[in-house]
């Protein structure tokens, strides 16, 4: 009985320390890194999707993106919203939003709100441009001052 009472209390400063560490390791998660480019759409790799947009919204020229993304392990992430500048017929411009970052082994869900100022992109087309494609978000320009 006393044997694995003094096992017991000598574990007890190897667990805790085990702890502080796991700890200390997710609380050094860093925030993304996030650009715009214009770009050949057609460019665009597949892994470079491996993310889920949760919210699009677009307030005066700013695009704010809410994104879930897996990992924790590679730091930072980079994120990168792309277009190629062009107003399709039906007066749609398109965007993709790019996770550049490869190879994170860990599966913590992360969530990242990030904002684009486009306000340029926008004004390029503002005479043609009634809709933004994101993904498979369609935002609506009517009334919207961007």
């Keep these: ?14 667990l805790q320390s085990c702890q502080t560490k796991q700890i200390a390791k997710t ?8 650009d715009f480019a214009i770009i050949n759409m057609n460019d665009i790799e597949r892994g470079d999707l491996l ?6 919204k677009l307030q005066e020229g700013q695009l704010f ?14 994120f990168s919203l792309v277009t190629d500048g062009m107003v399709r017929d039906a007066g749609v411009m398109k965007f993709a939003l790019l996770h ?3 190879d994170d082994k860990c599966k913590a869900l992360l969530k990242e ?7 340029s992109v926008l004004n390029l087309g503002s ?20």
């Design 1 to 14: 009985m006393k044997l694995i009472l003094y096992i017991l209390l000598a574990l007890i400063p190897v």
């Design 27 to 34: 609380a050094s998660v860093s925030k993304p890194i996030y």
């Design 51 to 56: 993310y889920r947009l949760k919210g699009v």
């Design 65 to 78: 993106v809410d994104v879930e993304y897996s990992g924790g392990c590679v730091k930072p992430h980079v």
């Design 100 to 102: 550049k970052t490869k």
């Design 113 to 119: 709100n990030m904002t684009f100022d486009i306000s």
């Design 127 to 146: 005479e043609k441009l009634k809709e933004i494609q994101i993904n498979e978000y369609v935002l609506s320009l009517n009334g919207t001052d961007y």
